[in-house]
């Protein structure tokens, strides 16, 4: 019997846990990365009053009589005046520069005429006008960030401004892959008849690399029982993960399902998607194993539909939906009911706003082209038959995924 996809992907969800353990970031390294305990603030911000504006700091209440007050010194950002202002004075500020003691407001500079030492206001301003306070952006023990948040590039400027230069994160999840095949070849190697280059490797490579993991490339494996059995020890005793491409069959020459079933608790699936049948998850002592079909195109969704959100899980991201759209399908398309099938297609939204998509030709899941030229997938209901053009289907587009 065949599972759905999404039985398969909540079975492989409530398997995996979450890494617990920590290490220390300084800010630049923590983008992206995972906050292992909640910050808060440990001074306050700002830390003094200054101005909002490029003017003049005054005391409001000299206003009333309308007289000239007189410039009696500057305060600049790092550079505060020193004194303090008296009745019937004012200093020049700039935005940023503390606001000195006896002053209460700051006008701006364009509604003020200087002659000489002294300024007249043309309008006045509000008691208290442009003047920021100790604290108006944070004070001191205030949750500031929330242990479990994806770290930001507004959350490190944040970080920053608390004179934080250090945080503890969440260990990234190790990741091991390899290719498995007697037929694979290296880039550079002489095809023989039979033969073909390994692409999986790569394109697992540059999936992994989204998702800010420790990656571990174990090669192509040969298909002998001591080659697979290594592989596999080295991987169990340093990653979290390990990723295979083919060789998930059953077959009497399949060396990765007989050292799987020797090492290992693995299950081996049946899912009812289109690319991507079969597929072995389970564990190798504190690994996790994922092993994909063999076609390059039924890794990459494989991969996208059931390994990306277990990655995110252990690297303790809350597993995010995919991002759905409803489009109008421009070409007639083929499906057997089934297995939900996600083909590849080209979308873009017409002068009306509306999403239209077009297949990117055949479909086979060995024609890895039809991915490189695709921006998303159709994703086509199981019970679903042939599609004519002009139908309303649903698209995953790639962006960010890729």
């Known amino acids: 019997m065949m599972l759905s996809l999404e039985q398969a992907q909540v079975r492989i969800l409530d398997s995996i846990p979450v890494l617990q353990a920590t290490e220390r ?95 007249q206001l043309s309008t006045l301003p509000k008691a208290g006008a442009n003047v920021r306070h100790p604290g108006e952006d944070m004070r001191v023990g205030d949750t500031v960030l929330e242990a479990g948040r994806k770290l930001n590039a507004a959350d490190l400027g944040l970080l920053a401004s608390l004179g934080i230069g250090e945080v503890d994160v969440l260990r ?37 690399q989204k998702l800010d993991v420790e990656i571990i490339d174990l090669g192509m494996i040969r298909d002998t029982p001591e080659a697979v059995e290594h592989a596999f020890q080295q991987a169990s005793q340093s990653a979290d993960v390990l990723i295979t491409s083919g060789g998930v069959s059953v077959g009497e020459a399949d060396h990765v399902a007989q050292t799987l079933q020797r090492l290992g608790q693995v299950n081996f699936w049946k899912i009812a998607v ?103 997938f159709i994703a086509l209901p199981l019970e679903w038959g042939d599609v004519e053009a002009g139908t309303a289907v649903t698209i995953v587009p790639f962006e960010g995924l890729l």
Request: glycine residues 10%; contains cysteine.
């Open 25 to 119: 970031a300084s800010l630049w390294q923590a983008q992206g990365r995972i906050l292992a305990q909640t910050v808060t603030a440990p001074l306050d911000v700002p830390p003094h009053r200054n101005s909002a504006m490029d003017g003049y700091a005054l005391r409001h209440a000299d206003l009333a009589s309308n007289q000239p007050l007189r410039v009696v010194g500057s305060s600049f950002a790092g550079h505060p005046f020193a004194g303090a202002v008296q009745a019937g004075e004012c200093i020049r500020i700039m935005t940023g520069a503390t606001v000195p003691e006896g002053a209460d407001t700051v006008v701006m500079q364009e509604h003020v005429q200087r002659d000489g030492e002294h300024i």
């Open 172 to 208: 990234r999840p190790r990741v091991a892959f390899c290719s498995t095949g007697d037929e694979l070849k290296s880039i550079g190697e002489t095809l023989q008849p039979g033969d073909i280059y390994d692409s999986n490797r790569y394109t697992l490579y540059g999936l992994l």
């Open 274 to 376: 289109k690319p991507g049948k079969p597929l072995a998850f389970g564990t190798l002592g504190d690994c996790f194993f994922f092993g994909l079909p063999g076609n390059p195109v039924a890794v990459m969704a494989t991969f996208l539909l059931l390994v990306r959100p277990a990655i995110l899980k252990m690297r303790g991201e809350s597993v995010p939906l995919v991002p759905e759209y409803s489009a109008i399908c421009d070409s007639k398309l083929k499906k057997a009911p089934g297995r939900k099938d996600y083909q590849r297609g080209i979308c873009q939204r017409d002068t009306n706003g509306q999403w239209r998509v077009a297949s990117t030709g055949g479909q086979g899941s060995h024609i890895l082209r039809s991915m490189s030229q695709a921006n998303c």
